[in-house]
Antibody, heavy 120, light 111 residues
Framework: QVQLQESGPGLVKPSQTLSLTCTVSGAPVNSGVYYWSWIRQFPGKGLEWIGYIYSSVTTYYNPSLRGRARVSLDTSKNQFSLNLTSVTAADTAIYFC????????????WGQGTLVTVSS | DFVLTQTPLSSPVTLGQSASISCRSSQSLVHSDGNTYLSWLHQRPGQPPRLLIYKISNRFSGVPDRFSGSGAGTDFTLKINRVEAEDVGIYYCMQATLFPTFGQGTRLEIK
């Protein structure tokens, strides 16, 4: 069973960069078979996939984010991270990290989520 | 984008009865590899979503057989038989035929 845990600041100022980390146990993040994703849930409960990293180097992002998101790995700590630049209040959400071994089950394991509020 | 529309948005159900949730896509979800990447997830209050069904009708590990998925192309259904108290929460359909997108969610509540 893969376990994931998000960490990072709960408050970010507008125009700054949101940075979150997901610590993984039960699987190596540099495994060639896992998709490591970030997903967010807005206050109204809608879900939005942000992006993933796969096979250590392949990344893919939601086009709606217009290049603001970046997902990366830290294999020494078995973690993967999200950087989201130029945030606004519209980026206020619960951020989840998730993992899956296959495309068909890309979100089979989830972290508990962390609330990030964008406010001055 | 693939826009997923769920109906109903809210479903009050009596314990022991059945519930059905519909998910309609703005485009066919058949991938070029022949698979249809339509999943269903369930989110209990205060918890992350969890995967129930993948590729239309395949139950994920540990999911009771009270849950079943069906459909093809653009129209899909999740059926829950013999609803139990632990089934309350929000159900989401999700497609991964293109980049992943989610339906708006259906709230299941007990009458």
């Amino acid at each position: 069973q893969v376990q994931l845990q998000e960490s990072g600041p709960g408050l970010v100022k507008p125009s700054q960069t949101l940075s979150l980390t997901c610590t993984v146990s039960g699987a190596p993040v540099n495994s060639g078979v896992y998709y490591w994703s970030w997903i967010r849930q807005f206050p109204g409960k809608g879900l939005e996939w942000i992006g993933y990293i796969y096979s250590s180097v392949t990344t893919y992002y939601n086009p709606s984010l217009r290049g603001r998101a970046r997902v990366s790995l830290d294999t020494s700590k078995n973690q993967f991270s999200l950087n989201l630049t130029s945030v606004t209040a519209a980026d206020t959400a619960i951020y989840f990290c998730a993992g899956g071994q296959y495309w068909q089950t890309i979100f089979e394991d989830w972290g508990q989520g962390t609330l990030v509020t964008v406010s001055s | 984008d693939f826009v997923l529309t769920q109906t109903p948005l809210s479903s009050p159900v009596t314990l022991g009865q059945s519930a059905s949730i519909s998910c309609r896509s703005s485009q066919s979800l058949v991938h070029s590899d022949g698979n249809t990447y339509l999943s269903w997830l369930h989110q209990r209050p205060g918890q992350p979503p969890r995967l129930l069904i993948y590729k239309i009708s395949n139950r994920f590990s540990g999911v009771p057989d009270r849950f079943s998925g069906s459909g093809a192309g653009t129209d899909f259904t999740l059926k829950i038989n013999r609803v139990e108290a632990e089934d309350v929460g929000i159900y989401y359909c999700m497609q991964a035929t293109l980049f992943p997108t989610f339906g708006q969610g259906t709230r299941l509540e007990i009458k």
